[in-house]
């Protein structure tokens, strides 16, 4: 049987990386009117500190973690949104680089 012995099972964690993107608060429509890029008025304008705050707290460390359990025979998988995927690809490249 498979599992018993010498044959343990193999398993593979799954990670799913997601991060809302928040509109923002105090959005009014009169805002963007003449406006060229108009994403900076619809969404938050903190969340690329707020992002920065879960890389420092979450992403690096774990993801980091995994890195080093890869050499000791560890299979895992991501899924990473493309939200996470824009903005780490604006923000924060060394990060997207890591994943």
Known sequence: MTG?????????????????????????????????NVKESYFNPDAKEDLGGVIDRSFRPTTELLLELLDSGFTCAFAISGTVVENLDAWYPEMLELL
């Open 4 to 36: 018993e012995g010498l044959n343990p099972p193999k398993v593979c964690l799954g990670f799913d990386i997601h991060y809302p993107c928040y509109l923002n608060p105090g959005f009014h429509p009169d805002v963007v009117k003449g406006k060229r």
